[in-house]
Nanobody, 124 residues
Framework: QVQLQESGGGSVQAGGSLRLSCVISGVMPSGYTIGWFRQAPGKEREGVARLDPDGTTTYVDSVKGRATISQDNAKRILTLQMDRMRPEDTGMYYC??????????????????WGQGTQVTVSS
């Protein structure tokens, strides 16, 4: 069973940066996609960035050019670097993994492994 634990959230002014980390423990099944989702108050959860087993990275349009997802060589830490942050980036950020991310960047269920989340607040 894989466990995920996020850290690195906080408050930042617009234009600033944050680096989120997700520590992966337990047994990570092969072939799983891993990525970041976020949920703002009153809004649906949405995908932010994903890393596929072949190393492909994909970003939701709103963060393209401002976000970078990466993983360490041991595949035990997933990182999301967010730059030039905007107030609309505010939300709870979650690390998640499963064999598929159906209809990504929408979240429609079907993803079985989640962390507890880390709060990100961007002030204008």
């Amino acid at each position: 069973q894989v466990q995920l634990q996020e850290s690195g959230g906080g408050s930042v002014q617009a234009g600033g940066s944050l680096r989120l980390s997700c520590v992966i423990s337990g047994v990570m099944p092969s072939g799983y996609t891993i990525g970041w989702f976020r949920q703002a108050p009153g809004k649906e959860r949405e995908g932010v960035a994903r890393l596929d087993p072949d190393g492909t990275t994909t970003y939701v349009d709103s963060v393209k050019g401002r976000a970078t997802i990466s993983q360490d060589n041991a595949k035990r830490i997933l990182t999301l670097q967010m730059d030039r942050m905007r107030p609309e980036d505010t939300g709870m950020y979650y690390c998640a993994t499963d064999l598929f991310f159906p209809r990504w960047p929408l979240y429609v269920g079907g993803i079985g492994h989640w962390g507890q989340g880390t709060q990100v607040t961007v002030s204008s």
